[in-house]
């Protein structure tokens, strides 16, 4: 190994790319879509470290390793090749990379999660070191970019996060995060805030809060008259991190406080980021003038992950534990739990926990007894179209008559296709039954309105959300 001979020049071409970008405007296309960190190097080859393996692919098809290699063939004159290793926590090992992955060699079922180099690994143990003395105290510390996994679902959610962490206030301000349940939107929150912590210093103020605690908050203010100090508190802070504001539904004072709260610090550049579990504008009860101000920056959708980043992620949460299982075992998990990221780490802690019980090897047998609960949708049993028909016809302030009507009105025909499409996913029912359960309609119809909500969630990633929250909403939904 050539250890830092090329470090200097890859360092200059990073800065000559990132100028570049700069000059054409189009800074935050580098800062997303650049995240390569430099490891080591031979004399024919770089190593850098990135995020997934996911966003290698990315950055490979977007045509950014290609730029990066070839101006480091313009200043040094060799012929470099890039190689990647995925992001380790593993920082402290001392062996040395076991596998590294060429460029051209890149296959995508496999997950490279590899330790990295002594070098490289002493570095990062330092500043994780520091990180630690850093801690902030509303911040989960395993909330990190380094433990998130960014897959299909996630990329760009990560990549903005993360040019938002490296130029607070600057880059994108502010970022809305929506999806579903356990997606993990307060994780890559969190991430930001972590990540400025670090990088600034304890002189930054940074709050994380939910927006329930943020309205508890103002309200007991109130009460005790001491609105002054909230006001003050809140709108001298540099970053604030504000968490699952579809509470704030129906909240009016509360509301007009945080209306005040984002102009005071969106003037001083501050950064703010927000969660919410559906696209903003499926938010009801909110005031139009706070409603701009969420979505002023950048509004970002987190889905549910696919099958390979559902592994990757699986892989990772067992290499943070130190863990291992069989790899038939992994991908067992994987290809059943597909609801989200918070359901497929209790499926593999339920395992982990079952293996430490008994004692015994894990086998996908016992994965199949011990998840079975987890995938027959336990609630299979007390689905009933009528709720699903309640539901839908709420949400979009219809009555269920209207629903199963025959009426075409475009306010009627959307959330009956909609309804359809949803009995469809979460009950057994045939197509003729459920042209029977939605105005007696034949099967054909049934399965036409069935098509074209499939068809439409190809390209209409807010009527995913839509359905995703509505689906949330069936299985919560109690008698
Ligand atoms: P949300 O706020 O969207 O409900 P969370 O951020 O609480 O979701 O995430 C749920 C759990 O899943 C957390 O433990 C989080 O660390 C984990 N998680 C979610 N997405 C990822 C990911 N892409 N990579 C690694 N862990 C993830
Ligand atoms: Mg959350």
């Known amino acids: 190994m050539s250890d830092q001979n ?3 020049f890859w360092d200059e071409a990073m800065n000559q790319i990132h100028e570049e970008y700069k000059n054409a405007g189009q800074e935050n296309d580098f800062l997303l879509w650049f995240n390569l960190e430099y490891v080591e190097d031979t004399l024919s080859t770089i190593t850098v470290a990135v995020a997934s393996e996911f966003m290698w692919r990315l950055m490979l098809s977007k ?4 730029k990066v290699t070839k101006k480091i063939a313009e200043l040094t004159g060799q012929s470099i090749t890039l190689k990647y290793i995925v992001r380790s926590k593993k920082v402290d090992s001392t062996e040395a990379p076991s596998k590294t992955n060429e460029e051209t060699s890149s296959s995508a079922a496999k997950q490279a999660s590899v330790s990295l180099s002594p070098t490289a690994a002493s570095k990062q143990t330092a500043a994780a070191e520091e990180k630690k003395n850093l801690k902030h105290p509303q911040l989960r510390e ?3 970019f380094d433990n998130f996994i960014p897959g299909d679902n996630s990329a760009y959610a990560f990549n903005a996060s993360l040019a938002a962490a490296k130029n607070p206030g600057r880059a994108y ?4 995060i929506y999806g579903g349940v356990g997606l993990g939107k307060t994780h890559l929150m969190q991430s930001i805030g972590n990540y400025i912590y670090a990088d600034k210093g304890p002189k930054i103020k940074i709050c994380y809060l939910s927006a329930e605690t943020f309205t508890n908050e103002f309200i007991a203010s109130i009460g005790e008259k001491t609105t002054d100090k909230f006001k003050s508190k809140y709108r001298n802070l540099d970053v604030l991190l ?17 209306f005040h709260t984002f102009n005071a610090l969106y003037d001083r550049n501050c950064q703010m980021v927000f969660t919410c579990d559906r696209p903003i504008t499926e938010l009801k009860g909110i005031e139009d003038r706070l409603r701009t101000r969420f979505s002023r920056g950048l509004s970002i959708d987190l889905q549910p992950p696919n099958y390979e980043t559902r592994r990757a992620i699986l892989v990772k949460k067992l290499e943070i534990q130190g863990k291992k299982i069989p790899d038939d075992v992994i991908d067992y998990i994987a290809k059943n739990v597909q609801t989200n990221v918070r359901d497929l780490e209790s499926s593999l802690t339920k395992m982990l926990g079952y293996a430490d019980l008994v004692n015994k090897e ?8 011990q998840l079975r609960d987890t995938f027959s949708s336990p609630l299979s049993g007390t689905i009933s179209i009528e709720n699903i028909q309640k539901v839908v016809a709420d949400h979009y302030a219809i009555s ?7 009426k075409r009105d475009r306010k009627f025909v959307i959330p009956r296709q909609i309804a359809l499409y949803i009995a469809r996913q979460l009950t057994e029912y045939s197509f003729p039954e459920l042209g029977n359960e939605f105005g007696g309609r034949d099967h054909t119809t049934a399965m036409h309105s069935y098509e074209k909500v499939e068809e439409q969630l190809k390209t209409d990633s807010s009527l995913n959300s839509t359905i995703q929250l509505l689906i949330r909403e069936v299985k919560d939904y109690k008698k």
């Open 362 to 369: 894990l086998t996908v047998q016992i994965a199949q007894e």
């Open 63 to 66: 045509g950014n390793i290609d």
């Open 6 to 8: 090329y470090h200097e």
């Open 400 to 406: 269920i008559s209207d629903i199963k009507s025959k």
């Open 173 to 176: 301000n502010p970022i809305l």
């Open 242 to 258: 504000l968490d699952d504001i579809h509470f704030l539904q129906g909240k009016d004072s509360t509301q007009e406080e945080l």
């Open 142 to 144: 395993d909330y990190t």
